[in-house]
């Protein structure tokens, strides 16, 4: 990984006495302890202007569709509704409830045959496992958050299967030379994609029978099941009677699009449905965070705590910090590459190795050996709740994938596996085995330092402040919620989402 130069002299984290979180934040007046403050503040400030950091990732050049829109509001509901799951028991929502921090509050989810499609979150299970004798999430790898797709402008996905080929800042992937996708080979453009990289993504859960295909319909390919789905909404094609009223959707897309007189046929593809989804995706932008205020000069935004642990993360390591920054740099604390940082395999894996049980993450892209369990860096932006963490959910808290980072191997060793609350977890008694080979293989650049308990709660300290308060309000989320009172749903297919305690979300 690059390492990180400051233009200013390193200082060492113990040379202003944070090593104590209640050190700091008791303040009791005296010269000595404004002193320390001072410095604190002193050297992140430094460290903000040496990096040209301002605090939030959108610029004037981003082009964001409002939640208000047309296309958004259209977005919602198609992303709410069974319609678009293949046996008609799972939505995009599924797996990306806003109140779920944009995923699903599960290590891995379970989209199709669940027992209770409704119910989200803890408590999803799908025991009876029809199609799935082995039993356990059937799903590979853990949910990404939706929240703030728009603002990735390379790659989506945890391997980078879908890639802007123009990768032209705050574009969203957009550009002439247009976006790879599984459906096309590595380096070249799929026609079909769409206008971003979000809305690239959003063709592609119908096709996957673990998230929404199903496994009834295993003899269409990818571009003959969405097609079929939109030919559900529109009464036309082979799923023409599958829905009551048809008519319904007609009528929202003639509006959306401006087309009065506009047949099913020409409105309810696939295209349209992806984009609308897409723009509905790509409005949920939560970057109004407590470290963006600090950033603009409120220096009473975050705490001592979490300044001590900004400055452990943007401090290379050479000058005594973690250089979390290394990787999750920027404003949008991605780096939007792909790095093994052996984060603990559990689950059914890709087929990977000798048993299948493996996941070689970007190799099975590219190709190289090099790639092999390297997963796209993600953005920490409402870090704090899209858990549980890594690209299999492997870690439930915040601290424990922060103490990985630190130390991948002591983390390694140490294992909690009490700490999966997910029943029926495939291939836990391989997970020392095969996360010590990706700890194993090829280079590692993170160092393996003894960093203290005290640091590591410094650290999520400070990715705390990286939360826009938004989205833990349900209320602040409630544009972003189809509320089922506002929605006739004569198909009977809208996905009223609920926790295991039956409450609606």
Known sequence: MKKIIFSTLALTLSGYGVAHAEQMNTFNGTSHNKTKMHHIDKRLRHIVRDLSLTGSPVR??????????????????????????GDQDSACVTCHHPVLGGGDNLSLPIGTEADSPDLLGEGRSNDAAINNPEGGPPVPRNA???????????????????????????????????????????????????QNLVQAQARFPVTSREEMKGFEHDSYNNQQIREFLAGRLGGYGDAANDLDSPDYWLA???????????????????????????????????????????????????SMQAKAGAILFFTPTENGGAD???????????DESFHNVAMPQIGSGKGD???????????????????????????????????????AGAYTSLKGVVKHMLNPQKAIDGYDFAQLGQTS?????????????????????????????QQADDIVAFLKTLTDPCVKDRACLAPWILDSDLISDPNGDQLNAVNNEGNLF
């Open 60 to 85: 004037e050049s981003h082009d964001l569709p409002h939640i208000t829109d047309d296309k958004a509001q259209l977005g919602m509901e198609l992303f709410y509704s069974k319609s678009l799951g």
């Open 425 to 453: 977890i495939r291939n836990l008694d391989k997970l020392v085995e095969n996360t010590q080979e990706a700890r194993n293989h090829a280079s590692f650049t993170i160092s393996e330092s003894d960093f203290t308990e």
């Open 324 to 334: 979390c920054a290394s990787c999750h740099s920027g404003d949008f604390f991605s």
């Open 252 to 302: 929202k897309f003639r509006e959306v699009f401006n087309a009065a007189d506009g047949t099913a046929e020409e409105l309810i593809t696939e295209q349209n449905i992806s984009h609308a989804i897409g723009e509905y995706e790509r409005s949920q932008v939560f970057v109004d965070t407590p470290w963006k205020r600090y950033v603009e000069g409120d220096k009473n935004a975050i």
């Open 353 to 391: 190795g000798a048993d299948g049980s493996k996941d070689f993450g970007r190799s099975r892209e590219t190709g190289q050996d090099a790639d092999k369990f390297a997963f796209r860096t993600p953005s920490l932006l409402n870090v704090e709740v899209t858990g549980p963490w890594s690209h």
């Open 144 to 194: 990404p958050t939706t929240f703030n797709t728009a603002l990735w402008d390379q790659v989506l996905f945890h391997d980078g299967r879908l890639e802007s080929l123009d990768k032209t800042a705050t574009q969203n992937g957009s550009g002439a030379a247009g976006i790879r996708t599984p459906d096309s080979a590595l380096g070249v453009a799929d026609p079909l994609a769409g």
